[in-house]
């Protein structure tokens, strides 16, 4: 009965990655613990598993390897989103010193039984990987010498982060010719591709846009390859290897490109990391977004427009949030502090009068007043005290103390004196800025994390990858191509893209538009609502707000005739109220519309001076209730939307009373 047997999908998680690249912080913890849009890297590598199906899941470790069983303890008990229907085991040992190493320890392991998935702790990706996984089942039923279908994506914008590859593929079967890691401190003028690629295959294509997100399909053979062949030290190895060797080893890969719809990108260093939270941040890597609940089965943040993602828990003014950024719960903003995109931490403390920008902040770290952050990273439970400016890529350690009115610019600084070693393994003495800061060197021969190097460059000095302007470095890239359409490109990388919330909301004023000027059936634009929420793969909860922003975002309650915006609004909802009525049923649907009208209060002046009519409108009308529009008072903020509560503070006043006469007439019948 043994070949009846259901096989099991399994995936292996590779947890030590780009140690270098991650200095300090990678001094003090493990990489895949590091918080990225305060989730942690390698809970989101578990959720992509997680969503692809597997059911077994191996994360090799050989640093820090208590913390992370700890970490997956900690999930399991927690009911954590990748826990569900999928084992976890952590295995490891100090004896592994590269991803080699750890193929061949789980060879002689004999753990894997079968094609698995193989992913690194730093990948995010948002992609099932089933098809992928059936059509390298089914390659491998063709071609038995299938050792291994790589995962690629096309790059969505042209920053260098060591990730871009170049390859050559057949294309009548997508089998690998040439692979080639692309630079990443300088473009290259152009490709040198060995002449047998060609000559040996009558139909190839070159992609010289695809970023490797460290994503493959592995066949039991692949492990065997490992420990067969010692110097292979690298995924790259690997892959050198088998094209080398093909008909030595009997062995071909394969390659995959995921949809465009499709996220995914590897976190190799600090570069990456903030181009991967940016993304995330505005949405790329949907549903993996702050307030769907990552990590917890439980909404966290409260998501407002220019993608602003606070917590309820989190003593902020929305004023002085302007686009793109995460605050936890805990956290506390001092007055006349202006923070955008970045990312605040649990329980951060944040002074009066600050800079931030491209900002990180992880758990418990404190900015004192008048400091100007931008382009950094401040470990957990690290100090920055008044007038410092800190920019231009610093990453502060743990617990690290910065003293008053210093001035950092591309800077590892680490809190204890002692943790950097030589190659020798013997202590470096640090340059020390205060008592808990201590300057860190980040300099080394070639890169440590790169064995794809061209042997033929004379070893240089590179120094850890570091965040910046984005911006900047797409001009300087331009400007230093030879292509004459590089221009073009870099612009398109430039203009932003709208997401998909925006065009779910697009479409739905154009249908809505449509519907009132033609008055079509409204059971039609209902269908046509539903086709585009399931394109976008929007909740209802984003539904619910954007039908109703939708209606008051028609060019004629926009522009009214002689500014009658109630006169509008009424022809609208005479004519739509069927299909508002068809989303805005519950209670919660009920507050998803008013907080839809508290964004429209903001946008258009008209709605803004007859704010109460309107509400008291949808009340007349059932849309909203007593109890949905008394609920949504409260919650408004007292300081921030103050004139929005002054507009309405007669209509609450006015069903209190209403409801405190009904009361008195069914005690008066009773």
């Known amino acids: 009965m043994a070949q009846f047997e259901k096989e099991i999908v399994q995936a292996v998680l590779i947890a030590d990655n780009n140690v270098w690249n991650f200095k300090p912080l990678s001094d003090e913890g493990s990489t895949a613990l590091l918080p990225l849009v305060n989730v942690r890297m390698l809970d989101y590598a578990l959720i992509a598993l997680n969503r692809s199906g597997v059911e077994e899941v191996f994360v090799y470790a050989s640093l820090f390897l208590q913390d992370i069983r700890d970490h997956i303890k900690a999930g399991i008990a927690a009911y954590a989103a990748w826990s569900f229907k999928m084992t976890v085991h952590v295995i490891g040992g100090e004896g592994c010193r590269c991803f080699g190493d750890a193929m061949r320890d789980l060879d002689a392991k004999a753990l894997i039984r079968g094609n698995f998935i193989l992913l690194g702790a730093d990948t995010v990706t948002n992609a099932d990987l089933r098809p992928v996984l059936e059509q390298h089942k089914r390659q491998a039923k063709f071609d038995k010498g299938t050792a291994a279908t790589l995962v690629f994506k096309e790059c969505s914008n042209n920053v260098r982060t060591g990730n871009e590859v170049l390859i050559a593929v057949d294309r009548r079967n997508d089998r690998l010719h040439y692979h080639q890691r692309l630079r990443m401190h300088q473009k290259e003028p152009r490709y040198q591709i060995p002449l047998d690629v060609f000559l040996g295959n009558s139909c190839v294509a070159l992609h010289h846009n695809l970023l490797d997100p460290q994503i493959a399909i592995g066949s039991p053979s692949m492990l065997s390859l490992f420990s067969d062949n010692f110097d292979f030290q690298t995924r790259d190895d690997f892959v050198r290897g088998l094209l080398i060797n093909e008909e030595l080893l009997d062995s071909r890969i394969y390659v995959a490109l995921l949809p465009d719809a499709q996220y995914a990108h590897k976190v190799n260093n ?68 202006v923070i955008s995109d970045s990312v605040i931490g649990a329980n951060c403390r944040i002074g009066r009068n600050c800079r931030l920008s491209n900002v990180f902040l992880l758990g418990d770290v404190t900015v004192k007043d008048n400091c100007r952050l931008e382009h950094c990273v401040v470990g957990a439970g690290a100090t920055i005290n008044e007038d410092c400016d800190v920019s231009a890529g610093c990453v502060l350690g743990a617990k690290s103390v910065l003293p008053a009115k210093t001035t950092l610019a591309k800077t590892l600084v680490t809190s204890a004196p002692s943790t950097q070693r030589s190659e020798e393994e013997d202590p470096i003495e640090l340059e020390s800025i205060g008592p808990h800061a201590f300057i860190v060197s980040d300099l080394t021969t070639g890169d440590p994390e790169d064995s794809d190097g061209e042997d033929f460059l004379p070893q240089q000095p590179l120094s850890i990858p570091k965040m910046g302007d984005l911006l900047a470095q797409l001009d300087e890239i331009s400007f230093c191509s030879d292509l004459s ?50 394109a976008y793969n929007m909740s209802l909860k984003e539904v619910n707000f954007n039908v109703v922003k939708a209606v008051f975002g028609m060019q004629s309650i926009v522009e009214p005739a002689n500014d009658n915006v109630l006169v509008a609004i009424n022809a609208a909802f005479k004519q739509l109220g069927p299909v508002v009525s068809n989303y805005i049923k519950s209670e919660d649907a009920m507050l998803d519309c008013l907080k839809a009208l508290e964004d429209v209060y903001e946008e258009n002046v008209l709605v803004r001076e007859k704010i109460s009519q309107i509400v008291h409108y949808l009340y007349d009308k059932d849309f909203v209730s007593e109890e949905a529009i008394k609920t949504w008072y409260e919650q408004l903020d007292e300081e921030e939307l103050a004139p929005l509560r002054q507009s309405l503070g007669k209509l609450v006043a006015w069903l209190d009373q209403s409801s405190e006469e009904d009361d008195d007439d069914e005690e008066e019948e009773d």
């Open 270 to 337: 600090w570069l990456a990391y903030q181009l991967v939270s940016r993304d995330i941040v505005n949405r790329w890597a949907y549903p993996l977004v702050p307030d769907m609940g990552v990590y917890k089965l439980q909404q966290q943040y409260v998501f407002h427009k220019d993608n602003i993602y606070k917590s309820p828990e989190a003593q902020v003014s929305k004023v002085a949030l302007h686009q793109n950024v995460v605050v936890q719960a805990g956290s506390r903003v001092g007055s006349g502090t």
């Open 485 to 534: 359409d590089d221009d073009e490109d870099a612009s398109r990388a430039v203009t932003p893209l709208p997401d998909d919330t925006n065009i779910f909301l697009g479409e739905v004023i154009d249908s809505l538009t449509r519907g009132f000027r033609e008055k079509s059936n409204p059971d039609f634009l209902i269908l046509e609502i539903n086709s585009s929420r399931y």
